[in-house]
Structure formats: C-alpha cells, structure tokens
C-alpha cells in the first residue's frame, strides 16, 4: 500500500508544471487570509489564465480552533457555549442542534412553549442573518447603501434578543431541556413591531437593490452549479435549494414547531449566483410567515424544565441529530460512553461543506465572478475551521 | 424501507456487510475494509438505494480496542432514508479505499480526517493536511496525541 | 514627521528653553495623533461583526470620534483593531501585519479571546493564548465580544492614553497596557459628550474668541 501525502507546496508546484508547455504562462495569486472580500480569514489559492480562474485551491485553518477536541472534556453544556462560536450569526440554531442531539439521546421532555419560542427566535435569527448576507453582497458587488440597511435591520433583531437573552451575538439561549430565560414581557409586542416595520422594508429593498441591473447582471448565469453536482459536494442550505432541490430540514424532519406552521421552501431554477441570493431574500419572508403564526399564541408553561446545574448524561452508543441554519445542515454526532463528557463530539457544519463547491462553480469564470460566487455562498470562516 | 428490509436489500448486494449490534440511534452496517469500496459503490448507484448525499464522515479513536471507527452517513433525497456505514480500521496502519470518486465532498472530508487522526486514504487525488500547517507533528484529535502547547485546567 | 520627531530632539537636546518647546510640540503632535487614527480591521471571528458594527454601520459610527476609514492595508493604518480569536496558523500573519504599520503605532485588542484565549484556554492545541504573546496590546477591551458602545470606549481610552504620555523625546517608548472596561450603565451619548469634552479642553483655538478679534481693529 503506498499512499502519497502531499504539502501545499507541492500541490502548487505540481500543478503548474502540468500546464507549462502551454502557450500563456498561467500564474497563481494569494486571495487573503485577510481579504475584504473574504468574509473572514479564508485563503484561496487562484490559478489564473490571464483574467480567467483555473483552479481555486482554499486554504483553511486560520481560525482553527480545535473546538472538537475542547468538546471531548467539556461536559453538554458546556459544548452548548462552544457552539455560539462557530457560526456566530445562527448562534441560537447552533445551540439548537446541540440540545436536539442531547434530547433525543438522554430522552429529555421539552413542552410547547419551549418549542414555539425555540422556534420564534431561531426564525428572528435567520432573518437577521440573512440581512447580513444581504447588505454584505451588496457591498461586495460595489454598492455601499444595503451594508447601512442591512445592518441597522438586524440591529433591531439584536435589541429584541438582547432583551430576552442579554446578549447580542453569542446567545447561548436553547439548553437542553428548555430555554435559559423566559421571554420578557415586552417581546410579543416588539416582535410584531418589527414585522410591520421589515414587510415594506423588505419589499423597499427589493426595488433598490434585486431590481438593479447591474447586481443582476454580475450575479445571473455566473457560478452555476446543477442539482446531481451540489448533492455529490454536499452542500446544503440555501445553496442547495437554489440547484433546485427542496432539501429543507424544517420541512423534511419537522422539529420545533415547524410542523404546525404553513410555509414554502424557497427553491431556485438555474443554480446560479442570482438563485442562491433570491432563495434568501424569499426565506426572509417566509420565516416572518413562520414568526406571524406563532407570536400570538404561545402557550403558557415552564421555559426551562431541567435545571441547568443537573447532571446530565447519555446513554451509550451514537447519537446524531440535525437542524437547519440560515446556512444549511448543521448536524451534531456524539460517541457516548454514558459520562457526562462524550468520548467523540463531531459538528457537520454547513460551511465547510458548501464551501467546497466553489472548486466546482469558479473554474473557468473571472475573478470577478469568484467574489459575487463567494458572496453567495455567504460564508461564515469559523464554522468551517471550528 | 424499514430498517430489517434495508438490512437484507443491502445483504444480497454485498455479503459481507451486515447489521452493526453497536447501540446507534439509525439503521447501521458494519463492513470490513477490503470490502468496504464496492459496497459504497453499489450504495450510490444502485436504483433501489440511491444513496446521493455523503452528509457525514468522520472517525473515532478507539485507543484501548486498538481500532478507528470509521463513521460515513449516507442520505437518499429519493427515500428520505438515512443509513450509517462504520468501518474498522488497525491503529497502526490504517488505509482505506477513498471514496472521493463516488461523492465529491468525501475529497475534503477525508483530508479532514487524514489531519485529525491520520488515516491514509488510498486513491485521494490530493492528500495532504486541511487545517494544520503540513510540518505539524502528530495527529491532534488521536486520545493519545500529546503536546507541550496545551494545557490542563489548574495548570 | 519623521524630521520632527526623531532629529529635531536629538539637535535641540540640551539647548536652552528646548523643554518649553517639546511640550508644547508634544501637545501638538499628541492632539492630531489622537484624533486621526486609522484602524486596520483585523477580524477573524465573532468580534469583527461587532467590530464591523462600530466603524462602518448606522448606529455606531466610529467616524465622530475621529477614527474613520477602515483600511484593508497595514502600511495606511495607525491603529490594529484585533477582533477574534488567534491561532498558531494565524499567528506569524498577524506579525507580519504589525509589523508592516508605520510607527507609531496602536493596539487594541477586543474581546476575551485575543485577551487570554477566552474559551479555548484548556485542552486546545491550536488557540494562542493571548495576542500579547505575539504583538505589545496598548488597550484590552473585555466582552465576548464586546458591544460596540465598549469599543469605542476603548478607542477613547486609547485617545487619551495618547493625549497624556506620548513625547517626541523618547520615540518608541511604549506605555503601559490599560484595560478599558466600560463603567456600568454608559450610553453612546455619555462616550460622546465625554469626547466632546476631551475635544474641547484640547481645543488650541477658540473659533469664536479668535474671530471677535477678527472684526475690530488692530490698531497698526
């Protein structure tokens, strides 16, 4: 058996000598770790043919915090703090996740008001991600104004939760078992104020930036990737729904409330980088469907049902479960040995795996077109290294 | 398909996989190594199974058995179905087919194990470290992976 | 600038009436330093969408407190704002960046992980512990993260560390780190009335004394 491990080196040198008898001389560029455009520390490698890219190698692990290995001796709950710093704008789904797999295993009850505000903030969460994606792709395609909206939408969102959780990006709010705090007094009304307020933004938005011919023009029939190759390279999300296929956690494997609510999942027709960010402009407006037809009858119960200083263990055996983030799957696997640490913690974040498909949507478009790709993507860098 | 039926289904196509008596909470096989890439093949193209989506892989370090467990969980957008394949593998020299032809995903997921545990994968167009620098020693995420960096709470 | 603050001191060392002068200059030289300083956004993690929240967006806005345009290039920025965790991959580049900025040179590092490693202190094998170990931190911002109200009370804490101690005869000096912990209860309108105040008792000209003067008639 002789299997070759390579380096980095290497896989640069290797790949530019296959292409030298060539008559253009094809060269490679560094595109961060710390690029504007990037969206964090991401590095890729470009191999460009004049303006047109190659190949794009990513090079990862410069936020690597080893988040896996700390979860090996930190008991449940405290993989639930660990979980807010990896995607840290679906903070509260994160923490879902964590407190989906541990119910399930150890068998923990949770009642229906714990479910409906799961579920109301999760949606508040979405829609306040997905206005950073916005305006983010927005300046990113050379246009300043929906970075200024967008920010001071979400700011609302943050003040809402803030109230509620006391923090305003790393929640740690779902606990296994229930919430940490019940909802204050005021959200139900400030909820429905938002709403009223962001239906007609959202429309305003529309007019000013998805009706713009430019944005249309940058982002329509670039990075297109089919159905059967956005399934073979795992992604999921928002990305995946834009390939065509209506693959949505929430409708799939209902949890929380999502199966008493009416709503559509979003899908796009081309794949391309239009589709994936229309798919979120319209998800913004089903998850205030969602929020609508909740806010109004939260049932009354107890919010957090197992205390938070009990011992809480899990059975033996292999434990996964999943949930849906504002950017795809985010599975939690435990190997348990019944301690109250796990003997393995593995997150299948969202990112990781729908950044492998820029390998497939980049080659052969311009550099330009690998921003508006990286864009849509709409990645957050720490959920990928963890 | 019920889980019994999957079982039996996947037993007429490969032998030598069979249900895994590990408590697990999916339908779960087991199949030994030198089997192991047929079957993966015969679990994406097959009509019946269509297993399109590589959603998770990764490893455990059994140190006290000696092993690493290797996990891959598979999901059909057809069924709806979810199936767990582990696989073990000697701790001292743990080679397996790559299975990055079948699903594309597995390249980078692969390479991911290959920097936490150092499993080789035979067949990976381009193996090499994913998030550690390529002169890091040791494989971090193996439970007897030592280093003078970390620290223990009260150190 | 490099004439005055580095030859000048060494020519005039020793003559008469050159302290008087210094401090003078030192107040000069401080005042536009405080209150010109660039930042060089340095995200990694949670903290840089705080961070992305105090210069750039609608609420906060960093540009009033005379620390405006972010810059993506170390060699056109004065002031390293540290914002998330840092790991060994990471940890030559951020050296790197420092030491491509022009002297002086600030930094401030925000929330629990630049500062000590936040969570990923035990049984993590990549996390630094500390951005102090890799680049001198002239402010620490607590919080993970921080809001963006603390940063900028770091920023003004940072402004006037640069007020009270720098001085041209002793380049590269560095002050001792401080920890800008927000006083409980602090609003954005207190940051900014505090600013004003600051901006006011610095003040070299009265515009409105100067330009009375102005209106009547020297008498030449």
């Keep these: 058996m002789n299997v070759h491990v390579s380096t980095l080196d290497e896989k640069t040198r290797s790949s530019l000598a296959i292409e030298s008898h ?81 119910e399930k295993a150890a068998e923990i009850e949770t009642n229906e008001r714990i479910e409906s505000i799961r579920t109301i903030v999760s949606e508040l969460e979405r829609i306040h991600s997905h206005q950073l994606g916005w305006g983010v792709l927005g300046m990113d395609m050379g246009a300043f104004t929906p970075f200024l909206y967008g920010f001071r939408d979400r700011e609302m969102i943050t003040d809402i939760l803030e109230e509620t959780i006391g923090a305003r990006l790393t929640m740690n709010y779902i606990q296994p078992g229930g919430v940490m705090f019940d909802i204050h007094p005021d959200f139900v009304r400030k909820v429905k104020e938002y709403l009223a307020y962001f239906k007609p933004k959202l429309d305003e938005y529309e007019d000013l930036l998805s009706g713009n011919p430019i944005l249309q023009q940058r982002l329509r029939n670039v990075g297109i990737m089919d159905a059967e190759t956005a399934l073979s390279m795992g992604a999921t999300g928002p990305v995946l729904r834009a390939s ?34 229309y798919v979120r402009i319209e998800e913004m407006r089903q998850s205030m469907r969602i929020i609508e037809q909740l806010i109004d009858n939260i049932p009354e119960g107890k919010f957090l049902l197992k205390k938070p200083a009990a011992k809480l263990t899990i059975p033996e055996g292999r434990h996964y479960s999943q949930i849906e983030t504002a950017r795809g799957v985010l599975g939690f696997y435990i190997v348990s040995e019944g301690k109250e640490t796990p003997y393995r913690a593995y997150f299948r974040t969202p990112n990781f795996h729908n950044l492998w498909s820029l390998t497939a949507m980049a080659p052969g478009g311009r550099v330009g077109d690998l921003v508006a790709i990286i864009s849509s993507l709409d990645l957050v860098i720490p959920d990928i290294d963890r | 398909m019920e889980s019994e039926e999957l079982f039996q289904y996947i037993a007429s196509l490969e032998a030598a996989a069979r249900p895994s008596e590990k408590p697990s909470d999916l339908p779960t096989i087991e199949v030994p190594p030198e089997h192991f ?4 093949q015969q679990l994406r193209e097959d009509p019946r199974l269509y297993f399109n989506m590589l959603q998770v892989h990764t490893a455990v370090d059994w140190v006290k058995k000696g092993i690493f467990e290797l996990l891959y969980q598979l999901y059909s957008t057809k069924d709806r179905q979810s199936l767990r394949v582990l696989v073990e593998l000697p701790r001292e020299n743990p080679v397996i087919a790559s299975v990055c032809s079948i699903w594309r995903i597995a390249e980078w997921q692969e390479r991911e194990v290959y920097d936490f545990f150092g499993v080789l994968y035979e067949g990976h167009p381009d193996l090499r470290r994913l998030f550690l620098e390529d002169d890091w020693k040791g494989f971090p995420m193996r439970k007897d992976y030592e280093d003078d960096f970390m620290l223990e709470p009260g150190q | 600038m490099g004439l005055i603050t580095e030859k000048l001191p060494k020519m005039m060392a020793g003559m008469p009436g050159s302290d008087i002068i210094f401090t003078r200059m030192d107040a000069v030289i401080n005042w536009a330093r405080a209150n010109s300083l660039w930042p060089l956004t340095f995200g990694t993690s949670c903290c840089a969408i705080e961070m992305m929240m105090a210069p750039g967006a609608s609420r906060h806005d960093l540009a009033r407190f005379g620390a405006e345009v972010a810059r993506p290039s170390p060699r056109q920025a004065d002031m390293l704002i540290l914002a998330g965790t840092i790991v060994k991959r990471m940890a030559p580049r951020l050296r790197t960046l420092y030491e491509q900025m022009p002297e002086p040179r600030y930094v401030i590092a925000t929330g629990a992980c630049t500062i000590s490693g936040g969570p990923f202190i035990y049984h993590s094998y990549s996390t630094v512990r500390g951005a102090d170990t890799i680049i001198p931190v002239d402010v620490y911002v607590p919080g993970c993260p921080p809001r963006p109200e603390g940063l900028l009370y770091g920023l003004l804490t940072l402004q006037k560390m640069i007020r009270s101690g720098e001085t041209v005869r002793e380049p590269g000096i560095r002050h001792k780190p401080v920890t800008s912990e927000t006083p409980e209860g602090i609003t954005i309108e207190d940051i900014k009335s505090e600013m004003l105040a600051l901006l006011e008792k610095d003040a070299v000209v009265d515009v409105r004394k100067a330009a009375e003067q102005m209106e009547r008639p020297t008498g030449i």
């Design chain 1, 22 to 102: 060539s008559e253009t001389e094809e060269y490679f560029i560094n595109m961060g770790p710390q690029h504007p455009s990037t969206h964090g520390v991401l590095r890729l490698i470009l191999k460009l043919d004049g303006e047109t890219v190659r190949e794009v190698i990513p090079v990862l692990g410069y936020i690597h915090r080893s988040i896996e290995k700390i979860s090996e001796y930190s008991t449940y709950r405290q993989i639930v703090h660990l979980t807010d710093r990896m995607d840290y704008l679906s903070a509260i789904m994160n923490n879902w996740a964590v407190a989906r797999t541990v």
């Design chain 1, 244 to 277: 065509r296929v209506p693959y949505d956690l929430r409708k799939i494997e209902p949890y929380g409330m999502y199966g008493e609510v009416e709503f559509r999942v979003a899908i796009g027709t081309a794949g391309d980088c239009w589709d994936r960010y």
């Design chain 2, 37 to 40: 890439l047929s079957l993966m």
